[in-house]
């Protein structure tokens, strides 16, 4: 039944057209949903947050708590915070230096690996009782260039294939030497696709977000328009030119630059890799383009440019030299959502001397809060009778890219639901 | 399924006693009561708060939001708040002296009378965009003297068949003159029908309002009684004899007096217009009978009467001769409503000079502030295993012809529900 | 179909393990709980708190409200509140010295025995109207030495035969002449079922209760461990030998020591009666022991023991020779709890004087502190992709106990379901 009305919404779907309004309001759909996202990686954290074996940094991720911790050998693993004889969640809050993790319930205890080692002196199981069961269930984690990447799912999709292509610039960009500015969330009253929708949408911004506009080109923002009239092909004919010069500028990169990586409709992830100058004289993405801290990775000066990555729907980094933003949309239901950014600066460099963190997170700080009244007024239409799935204008075809790629694997997941294993 | 379940409940109820329990509790009553409600008009506000063109009210009615405004043409007119692009919604609130309307997410355009104007000057969509299909779309609106009537259905009841009766009276008083002195609105968790009964339960009264008690003859209230005792002939006798004495010192109406509209169970709308006297000497339904603000309409002395009228199960207007108060009960769930009161005087009175709002207001604060804790306890006995549909008293008899009038449309509705165009 | 997806959780169980997830975290689980609950007595209060005619006690208990009223005859009675009327909550709170209960809405009244007195002087119905299908509403009420049971259900299980078997020892402690020191209440975000698999739970009690741990000696907590290593069969040994030790000092009480009463999975209600030694040198169940009130009942000196007595899941009652504390577990929701706690002394003893309420609370107020945490962690487990049922330990087989009572009741309540008169 529920899968009938959701087949109802998948048949009315038109492409070109925005979606029809179940498929943000309906919780019958925010279940099936769900599906759609499990099998996906999500960046949850940074190798900085966790420097020595038994840090631990506890993750919220599609209403499951996660400890993502070091182990005595250096390695980073993640575990589900799930006490194996009870169920008592484990660990409140992210720690340093752990040596074991200890349930507050009854005290069974496991090692930093996640194995059992005591379930109380005073208790004898018989020879029944199978250790190796009652060890920490564990959780699918990667890292790539100190960026943490989590899946919840028992068969995620393949990593190495999905983010291989993203590493060698995450590298000239110093991602591993990277450390945490500041995290900052908060919740809004929104679907996660109206979110998504506005994070791919270039329309918007030069509407929405002056300082954003300003980094880029007028050319470039004209350029986005696919239609192809005599001005809209003139900026484009700009805009191609000014990426030539700056290409031509760049010396300290052989290969990486421009477009390396875009997921569209038949994709499994719905990933994006993509380089691109700022407006002349920006040394980084920030309001003004000047410089908010010390390079990072291999630059020696600044490209003048920014790179912005997506690693499914859900995830995005910005990059720039001298600093990196990462957004993270995070689910709670059909119509909650907690959106978190995080900052990241050179690991070696010093707040107060080298950087300010205000002047760091200063210009997504704005950008979060010029989209913020936006999330929630265009949910708020989709909950109208009066909705009608619009007509998507040339410079929204992301927008209809990604509509295409979550019809279809909803449709998936509808006639073939991942299996939950509980 | 859900049908089923509400058809039970229908063959449940019993007339003269209250109506079983579920009709308060359930939430799917609630949506089928949406589509009993739907069809008919609601009084959301006066032309005095949209005086000039460009001037906008936003209007929250059944979890929509409409924008009612005053064209370049003078003329009135609503829409959904919803932007036929990505839907956005457009206005936030109330303004003045709009020019157009422009949509914040990407700069839409639409004209004070809904056309759109412009989809952003850089984007140009091929001929298949078709702009009459991205204009506003229109909500039903009328005006009745001043009085903004909204109806959210794509075929509401007739208006002028339901409410021209009422024009003649509210000329006389001066409704399309008046002006707002103050709103005031706050929730109650309480179904509309707790809400509905109680406002139409002259029972109550002498026991929860002494002063609104006051305000009628003690014959007038013993009088409501239908059964015949001695007592209660003797007392409608003396309440007759007093409306009698009434109209005959009434010269300036010449035929609009005492009841003139009762819709019972048979109607489509759930209407009334009562015309009475207050007790002797009271110039205004106020504490102790004083006046609080110039005379409206085309009174030269007070009439010492009161109009009570209905438009529908949810909205009344109490007027005096110097003032009148608006109730609007709004249901946001099956245990949640929003109740607003509005005050309105003559439009020439000048605040400080000519009243006092907080004088104006007096009365029905206080009738509110007595009535919601009944109507939180009403709603709290529908839950309760214990509840059993009560028997009505005598003086009921209104609440039974609304109960009947509820039932006979529920049951249409469940029989052919009222098409829902998303 | 919901109980069929009930009935395959109730495949899934196996004993001696924990319960499948959706035991806790089901609303639909919840549904069938109050029917598995509400047949049973529940212990809402003490004749101490309404000691006069006309006093009375608001309970609410699984959503009802319900009046507790001594009558002018002295006799202790229980109606819901909820008025025959137009089912208006009577009552706001308790109160003392009634003389009859009056509806707010009408002020149709009641006598304090629950008759019809008046449905208002000027109100006549006929003749069809019958008085006696107009009383309150009356609920099961029993009190047992001082203390109120309640049961909403129609059909409660047999008072006499269930509590009978703990008269004598609650005479003995002079439950009946006790009085209240302190009533405290908190919120939980928990199913019912976390908690009580937590009050009965031996195991957690050294690891996250110091100082109750000390009120028993370490034999007694290691003798709990049924699994029979040679430690713990001297542990046995010990905590044997203690128990007669304090058997044969113990004088006043000719017969019932040890255990009296503890129900198992194959009983109606969950009871259970414990009476054993605390540690020596302990006058009573406090921090280090020390008395914190004059003695009750027969004590002329304290027993150095201390009664656990269980009514039902739900309800439990500590006794020492000074005081005595009641805790509620009071189900709202599948996910949320309000946790009651009373504390009694002997009624003639003088706060200040006698004993500092202070002093009374601070142990079980520790205790409850203690607990909280563990409580929501523990339903937050179960709601992970994550939670097995883990298997539980030997200390742990009266939670198995109270699981194969829940089930099999669960199974019989899904079969068939007790009538709800509504
Ligand atoms: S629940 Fe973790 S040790 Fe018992
Ligand atoms: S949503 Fe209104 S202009 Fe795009
Ligand atoms: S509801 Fe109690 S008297 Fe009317």
Redesign the interface.
């Given at each position: 039944m529920r899968s009938e009305r959701i087949n109802a919404l998948i048949e009315q779907y038109r492409p070109g057209y925005?979606l029809p309004?179940g498929f943000y309001t309906s919780p019958d759909v925010w279940a099936a949903d769900l599906g759609v996202l499990s099998p996906l990686w999500y960046l949850v954290g940074h190798t900085s947050q966790i420097p020595e074996p038994g840090d631990t940094k506890i993750v919220s991720l599609f209403?499951?708590?996660v400890i993502v911790v070091r182990g005595s050998d250096g390695v980073v693993r993640a575990f589900?915070?799930?006490?194996?004889?009870?169920?008592?969640?484990i660990c409140?809050e992210s720690a340093k230096g752990l040596r074991q993790f200890t349930c507050?319930?009854?005290?069974w205890s496991y090692s930093l690996e996640g194995q059992i080692k005591s379930?109380?002196l005073?208790?004898?199981?018989?020879e029944t009782?199978d250790p190796d069961a009652?060890n920490l269930?564990p959780?699918h984690l990667r890292v790539l260039e100190g960026l943490l990447f989590l899946s919840?799912s028992d068969t995620p999709t393949d990593f190495d294939e999905a983010y291989q292509p993203f590493e060698e610039l995450f590298r000239f960009y110093g991602m591993a030497n990277a450390k945490v500015a500041r995290i900052h969330g908060f919740p809004v009253v929104a679907n996660w696709k109206t979110l998504v929708?506005n994070t791919i949408d270039p329309?918007?911004v030069p509407?929405?977000h002056p300082n954003f506009t300003k980094t880029r080109t007028p050319a470039y923002?004209?350029a986005a328009?696919s239609?192809r009239?005599a001005?809209?092909i003139a900026a484009a004919t700009q805009a191609e030119q000014e990426m030539k010069e700056w290409e031509a500028a760049l010396t300290q990169l052989p290969d990486v630059t421009g477009v390396v990586v875009q997921d569209g409709r038949h994709d499994e992830q719905f990933r994006w890799l993509v380089r691109g100058p700022l407006t002349p004289g920006y040394q980084s993405e920030t309001i003004g383009g000047k410089r908010v801290a010390p390079l990072m990775g291999r630059f020696t000066e600044s490209d003048e440019a920014s790179v912005f990555s997506n690693f499914n729907p859900l995830d995005s980094l910005f990059m720039s030299a001298d600093h990196a933003t990462i957004f993270n949309i995070r689910p709670l239901a059909h119509d909650r959502i907690y959106w978190e950014t995080m900052w990241l600066v050179d690991k070696d460099a010093e707040e107060g001397r080298d950087y300010d963190t205000e002047e760091v997170c200063e210009f997504y700080t704005e950008v979060n809060a010029e989209d913020f009244?936006?999330w929630e007024?265009?949910y708020?239409?989709?909950?109208?009778?009066?909705?009608?799935p619009?007509?998507l204008?040339?410079?929204e075809s992301f927008i209809g890219d990604f509509q295409q790629w979550y019809v279809r694997r909803l449709r998936e997941q509808v006639d073939a639901p991942e299996p939950?294993?509980?």
């Open positions: 925005g309004a209403g499951e708590s589900y915070n799930v006490c194996s004889h009870r169920a008592a969640r409140d507050p319930y009854h005290n379930r109380r005073e208790v004898v199981f018989d009782f009652h269930r959780c919840i929708e329309y918007h509407v929405v923002w004209q328009a239609t009239t001005e809209v009244p936006i007024r265009t708020q239409g989709a909950t109208s009778r009066a909705y009608r619009g007509r204008a040339p410079q939950v294993s509980v």
